[in-house]
């Protein structure tokens, strides 16, 4: 699906940018990281990055244009796609002229069919309302950032700011958790917080309205207004609609309650869907857990019942429920008749926002890219040996896994094939040896990148890596710490496995499935003796590594964990 461009807002004092020059043409190939274009702000010319592979479907502004904050400046997407709704919504220029005859039937239309249409235009009064003049407004809209190439939603854990706080340039409004990590949102204005569109616990698609900053006394919901939507309706009055459903449940589960005796355990799918699964924000769960309140318990003020953070932090346990138990037939508690049995079937937990861009992503890769597996045994006894004397002078701790990466390295600077990736119309062959290592987290999997592995020594690695995996497991890595692999490398020999194939870590043509390392009989000198070997798997992606490609590099790489030496000079 195609996506548009606005203009970012490169600096706190930022309301418009210039367009200096366009270093991409329309129908060009685009890829996540590639320069659009130069912009000109009010303080430096800087370069607008594309967050998106696909072509260059669409320029609004020319070289020499002003655009404001947020305006479509270009689309991207698939060769071909139709993007006229795209246009005709953001107000494109581009959009067919053959599109606006009808509205020009409808001026030449008698009065009495416009009175007949003047009807539904109630239905359609935010529409009608982009075209008042905010101009005046002394206030800005917030929007939910894109804070990674592959983000296309967060969650706002928590507000650090309430309404009627003054803020200024630089302050942190909220935290935001990516698919990635756990970030912090920060204001690019000075004013009064006048407005939050979501809650704590909810789920922002990327530019959706978050907040409002301006004027003690703006009138911010002419300006919520203009933007039309259901995104114009003021928190009070999303407020007033919750307390208003909520009446309405309590009184219909009150009148239930009254006409019929409710077994134990009934209550417990008020809150619940049809399917019996309790709808409830990822932080809400995790709070309620920590504090031993059951979901089952509270009434959630979210849409359509969900249960946000704030519901968890305002109840109060009441003994309703024991009531209802002493109500309930002897035979209710037989479902717990085993001691120390679960009483409930199954939890259902919502897929976190890391975990939805891996599941995408490693389909993507799996799906789309020919993988073929090669595995090599290395005999591991010299590299052990290396590493002990290595730990007597290193500042730092030296690890297999650090071996691997300066090892890995090494051979991928003799096999530049390795080290490249898949564009569709290109291959890239990359320079630089940036090599991701996969580091295991409470919610999934993250990336971090060593940079120039190549050039750095393995007490540097070491250092590094052991920064980074810290970061990933505080959630603290920030975009330049994840992107820019070129080759990456997952190691479950700390786990005990001894053998895997991984998946592919796209836009990368390979990745490194490294073993534990194992003491087996191994043959040398026509004699059989205890070795230490370790088996790796390379994944490849067929379209751009050979398997003779791919076993040349393996054979490199062999030949240095056997002789480690060579990796240190």
């Known amino acids: 699906m195609a996506e548009v461009i606005r203009m970012p807002k490169m600096s706190d004092t930022m309301t418009e940018g210039v367009i200096a020059s366009w270093l991409k043409k329309v129908g060009d ?15 430096a010319t800087m370069e607008l990055e594309s967050y998106e592979d696909g072509t260059l479907l669409h320029i609004g502004p020319k070289k020499g244009d002003s655009v404001p904050i947020d305006a479509v400046i270009a689309i991207i997407g698939k060769e071909g796609e139709d993007i006229s709704g795209l246009l005709g919504e953001a107000g494109g220029s581009a959009k067919p002229a053959a599109k606006e005859a009808p509205k020009a039937e409808k001026e030449e239309a008698p009065k009495q069919e416009e009175k007949k249409e003047a009807a539904p235009a109630k239905a359609d009064a935010p529409a009608a309302k982009t075209s008042v003049d905010t101009s005046n407004i002394k206030a800005s809209v917030i929007r939910m950032p894109k804070m990674s190439d592959t983000m296309t939603e967060g969650v706002l854990v928590s507000w650090l700011k309430k309404v009627g706080d003054k803020v200024s340039s630089g302050d942190v409004l909220a935290e935001v958790e990516t698919d990635k990590a756990t970030m912090e949102l920060e204001s690019y204005e000075d004013g009064t917080l006048l407005y939050t569109g979501v809650n704590a616990g909810d789920s922002v698609a990327i530019d959706a309205i978050i907040a409002i900053i301006g004027d ?7 300006l919520l207004d203009a933007e039309g939507g259901k995104e114009g309706r003021s928190r009070e009055e999303n407020a007033q609609s919750d307390e208003n459903i909520e009446a309405r449940t309590e009184a219909t589960t009150e009148d239930k309650v009254q006409e019929t005796e409710v077994p134990a355990g009934e209550t417990e799918q008020i809150a619940a869907e049809g399917n019996g699964r309790i709808k409830a924000s990822p932080l809400a769960k995790k709070v309620a857990k920590d504090k031993g309140i059951k979901l089952n318990q509270i009434k959630g003020s979210g849409e359509g019942g969900r249960i946000v953070l704030r519901d968890v932090e305002n109840f109060t346990p009441s003994a309703a429920p024991q009531k209802e138990t002493a109500k309930a037939p002897a035979a209710a508690p037989t479902a717990q008749a085993i001691p120390g049995a679960p009483a409930d079937a199954y939890e259902e937990v919502n897929v976190s926002q890391m975990r939805k861009v891996i599941a995408r992503r490693l389909a993507e890769s799996k799906f789309s890219a020919p993988h073929f597996y090669l595995t090599m045994e290395i005999d591991m006894d010299k590299a052990m040996e290396a590493r002990v ?10 690890s297999f896994n650090d071996l691997v990466i300066k090892a890995a390295a090494a051979a991928l600077r003799q096999h530049s094939a390795v080290n490249s990736s898949w564009l569709g119309d290109k291959i890239r062959y990359n320079k630089h040896i940036n090599i991701g290592v996969a580091v295991a987290v409470e919610e999934g999997l993250l990336v ?20 980074l995996g810290g970061k990933a497991k505080n959630k603290k890595l920030q975009p330049s710490d994840w992107e820019g692999n070129t080759f990456t490398i997952s190691n479950l020999g700390m ?8 998946i ?13 390392i ?3 009989p191994v043959v040398r000198d026509g004699q059989i003796k205890i070795g230490n070997v370790m088996k790796v798997t390379l994944s490849c992606d067929h379209r751009v590594v050979d398997g003779a490609v791919g076993s040349a590099f393996l054979q490199t790489f062999k030949n240095l964990l056997e002789n480690p030496v060579r990796i240190l000079v």
């Open 518 to 520: 194992k003491q087996t």
């Open 448 to 467: 971090p990148v060593i940079r120039n592995a190549d050039y750095k020594s393995l007490s540097a690695i070491a250092a590094e890596v052991k920064d």
């Open 29 to 43: 190939k685009v890829s996540s990281g590639d320069v659009l274009a130069e912009v000109e702000t009010d303080k």
């Open 495 to 502: 786990f005990g496995i001894e053998e895997f194939t991984a």
């Open 216 to 222: 003690k006394d703006a009138d911010y919901k002419a």
């Open 504 to 516: 592919i870590n796209s836009p990368d043509a390979c990745i490194l499935a490294v073993g534990a």
């Open 389 to 398: 004397s290595i730990n007597e002078v290193s500042p730092v701790k030296v």
